[in-house]
Antibody, heavy 120, light 107 residues
């Protein structure tokens, strides 16, 4: 079965760029699924960040669109998230998830999540 | 964007009781609604997709219903492991959005 694992720095300075990767095991990232990122500030709810289809199509949350880039590395079987110009409001647990094929938008499975703190 | 409003914010019940959680959308999402369960320190887990379809491995005590703007997640008889936070999420329109969550706690 497919498993996802996030990795990246746990601490990012304000105004810097948050960079995370999500390694996919047990399946190919080139298969017909959407690859997604969701975040959760401490003690709060879930916020969808964006998603990318294996073909390269992307959708981003308008609230973050100017700062977000999601990309896929087929050779490494992982996908990544970059969020620029971060502030303390970007402190959250970041999850990667696989979205269903076709129109996407049903997230299963999820990675375990990684906490990213924005602080100097 | 489509706003999802969940009620109640907190639900206090005892094991063996029936739980009914609601999710209301600010505009029609057809049946493109999912439910997730999240326990402390864990990632969300998909329970129900497209309003009424149980995900793989989800017990039959979990059921979903609704269409358009009003949806319900029902847990027929609560087990101790069911006490968690539940989120609804729509995929009808971008951006994908989640409700604010309902915390199901032990009474």
């Amino acid at each position: 079965q497919v498993q996802l694992q996030e990795s990246g720095p746990g601490l990012v300075k304000p105004s810097g760029t948050l960079s995370l990767t999500c390694a996919v095991s047990g399946g190919s990232i080139s298969s017909n699924y959407w690859w997604s990122w969701v975040r959760q500030p401490p003690g709060k709810g879930l916020e969808w960040i964006g998603e990318m289809y294996h073909s390269g199509s992307t959708h981003y949350n308008p609230s973050l669109k100017s700062r977000v880039t999601i990309s896929v590395d087929k050779s490494k079987n992982w996908f990544s998230l970059k969020l620029s110009s971060v502030t303390a409001a970007d402190t959250a647990v970041y999850y990667c998830a696989r979205g269903t094929s076709g129109e996407g938008g049903v997230f299963d499975p999820w990675g375990q999540g990684t906490l990213v703190t924005v602080s100097s | 964007e489509t706003v999802l409003t969940q009620s109640p914010a907190t639900l206090s019940l005892s094991p063996g009781e029936r739980a009914t959680l609601s999710c209301r959308a600010s505009q029609s999402v057809s049946t493109y609604l999912a439910w997730y369960q999240q326990k402390p320190g864990q990632a969300p887990r998909l329970l129900i997709y497209d309003a009424s379809n149980r995900a793989t491995g989800i017990p039959a005590r979990f059921s979903g219903s609704g269409s358009g703007t009003d949806f319900t997640l029902t847990i027929s008889s609560l087990e101790p492991e069911d006490f968690a936070v539940y989120y609804c999420q729509q995929r009808s329109k971008w951006p994908r959005t989640f409700g604010q969550g309902t915390k199901l706690e032990i009474k």
